[in-house]
C-alpha cells in the first residue's frame, strides 16, 4: 500500500509542501461538508413547509359529499410527513453545530502541527540550497582544476601555476565542505521527513475517520428519518383500508340524512261540527 | 347499517335534494383529489429539482485533499435521490390524467342520471304540493261545515241553509279528492325514491370505490418510490464503507505523490584532467 512515508520525495525534495497543504485542505472538506448538511436541511426544510401547506390543502377540500371524511386521512398524513422531515431538518442542524466545532478543532490542531513540523520545512529548505550551493561547488572545482593543468601543459610560470593550484585547492575545500554538509542535511532531512511525512497521514486518517463518522451519523439520521416516513404511509394505507365504502355511505346517511319516516298514510276525516259549532257565540 | 333508502325520507320528503347535491358533490372530490395530487407532484418536481442542485454543489467541493473521492459519492447517490422524486412526479402526473378521466365520465354519468331520476324529482314536487292542497282543502272543508251548522242552530232560512250545504258538499268533494290523490302521490313517491335512493347509493358506491383505488394507486406510487429512496440510502451506506481511511490515503498518495527516491548519496568526485584539458587547444 502506498503510503505518505513512501511517497512524497523525489528530486525536487518538495513531497513536505504537497503534504502540508493536504493538511489544510483537510480543513476546506469540514467546510464544505457543512455546507453540503446545511443546503440538504434547506431543502429538506421547504419540502416540510410545502407538506404542510398541502395538509391545508386537505382541510379546504369540499366538506361535502360521501369523500369528505377520507381529506382528514389525508390531513393527518400529511402533517405527519411534514414533521418527518422537519425533525430531519433539526437533527441536520444539530450535526452541523458538531461540524463546526470540529472545524475549529481542526484550525487550532493544524496551527499546532505547523509549529511542530517548522523544523522539517527548514531541513527541506536547507537540503534544497545544499544541493545547489554543491552544484556550484563542484563545478568551480572542476574549473578550477582544468585551469591549473592547463597551465601546466601550456608552460605557464611557476607563479601563475601556484596561484591557480591555490584557487584549485580553495575549490576542492568548499566542494568537499559541500559534499559533506549534503551528507549531513540529507540525514537530517531524511530523518525529519520520515516522522513528518507519518505524522501527515496519521493526522490525514484521524481526518477522515472523523469525516466519515460525520457522514455515516448523516445517513443514520436521513436512514432513520425514511423509517419514519415508511410508517406514515403504512399507517395511511391503513386507514385508508379502515376507511370503507359501506363506513363512508353509512356516515353520510347518519350526518345529512332527513328523516327516516316514509310519507304517513292520511284519511278523510269527518269534520266534528257539535264541538267546532259550540265555540260558536250565539 | 344506515342506507340511502332508508335515511332520506322525512317530513319535508327533502331527501331527494341532499341525494341529488351528494352526487354532484362527487364530482367535487373527484377535482380536489386531482389538486391534492398536482400539488404533491408540483412539491416532488421542486425537492427534485433541489436536490439535482445539491448534486451539483457536491462535484464543485475541493477536489483537493484526500476527502475528495468521497464527494463523488455524495454526487451519485444524490442524484439518484433526484431522480427517485422525479420518477414519483412522473407517475403522478399519469395518476393525475386517469383521475381526470374519471372527472369527464362522472360529468357525463351524473347527466344521465339527472334526466333517469327526473320522475322521482316530478314525484317528490308532486306530493309536496298536494300535501299543501290537501291541508288547505281539509281546513276549507271544516269551515264550510262549520258555517253550515252554524246557520242551521242560527235558525237561517232555508235558502241560506240549503247553498251552505251545496259549498259544504263541494269542500267535501275537494278535499276527498285531495287524499284520493295523496294517496296515489305517496305511493308514486315512496316507489320511485325507494327506486332513486337505491340508485344514488349504487352511484355512491361506485364513486367510493373508484376514489380508492385511485387513493390506493396514489399510495402503491409513493411506496414503491419510497423502497427505491431506501435502496438507494443503503447503497450510500455500502459505498461509503467501501470508501476505506486506507484507500483514500493510498489514493492520494499514488495520485498526488511526488516520488519514492529519498535524496541519493553524494561523493566527492575527483575531477578527470586528462580527459578535460584533451579537448582544450593548445
Not at 485542505?25 to 434547506?42: C, M, N, P, Q, V
Not at 593550484?165 to 568548499?174: L, M
Amino acid at each position: 500500500m502506498a503510503s505518505f512515508v513512501e511517497s512524497f520525495w523525489g528530486e525536487r525534495n518538495n513531497g513536505f509542501d504537497v503534504l502540508y497543504h493536504n493538511m489544510k485542505h483537510g480543513h476546506l472538506s469540514t467546510k464544505d461538508l457543512a455546507d453540503f448538511i446545511r443546503e440538504r436541511a434547506t431543502i429538506e426544510e421547504a419540502y416540510s413547509r410545502s407538506m404542510t401547506k398541502l395538509a391545508k390543502s386537505a382541510s379546504n377540500y369540499t366538506q361535502l359529499g360521501t369523500f369528505a371524511p377520507v381529506w382528514d386521512v389525508f390531513k393527518i398524513s400529511t402533517e405527519k410527513v411534514a414533521s418527518c422531515h422537519l425533525e430531519l431538518v433539526r437533527k441536520l442542524q444539530e450535526l452541523i453545530k458538531e461540524v463546526q466545532k470540529y472545524g475549529d478543532e481542526q484550525i487550532k490542531a493544524h496551527k499546532k502541527t505547523k509549529e511542530e513540523v517548522s523544523g522539517t520545512l527548514e531541513a527541506m529548505q536547507n537540503i534544497q540550497s545544499i544541493i545547489q550551493a554543491l552544484q556550484k561547488s563542484k563545478e568551480n572545482y572542476n574549473t578550477k582544476c582544468v585551469e591549473q593543468e592547463r597551465l601546466k601543459k601550456e608552460g605557464a610560470t611557476q607563479r601563475e601555476i601556484d596561484k591557480a593550484a591555490i584557487k584549485s585547492k580553495k575549490a576542492t575545500d568548499t566542494y568537499k565542505l559541500y559534499v559533506e554538509k549534503y551528507g549531513a542535511a540529507k540525514s537530517d532531512f531524511e530523518k525529519k521527513m520520515t516522522e513528518t511525512a507519518q505524522k501527515f497521514q496519521d493526522i490525514e486518517e484521524m481526518h477522515l475517520l472523523h469525516m466519515k463518522k460525520i457522514v455515516e451519523s448523516l445517513s443514520n439520521t436521513v436512514k432513520e428519518i425514511h423509517i419514519q416516513i415508511g410508517q406514515v404511509h403504512e399507517e395511511f394505507i391503513n386507514n385508508m383500508a379502515n376507511t370503507t365504502v359501506e363506513s363512508l355511505i353509512q356516515k353520510f346517511a347518519e350526518s345529512k340524512g332527513t328523516g327516516k319516516e316514509r310519507p304517513g298514510h292520511i284519511e278523510f276525516e269527518e269534520c266534528d261540527t257539535a264541538s267546532a259549532v259550540e265555540g260558536i257565540k250565539p
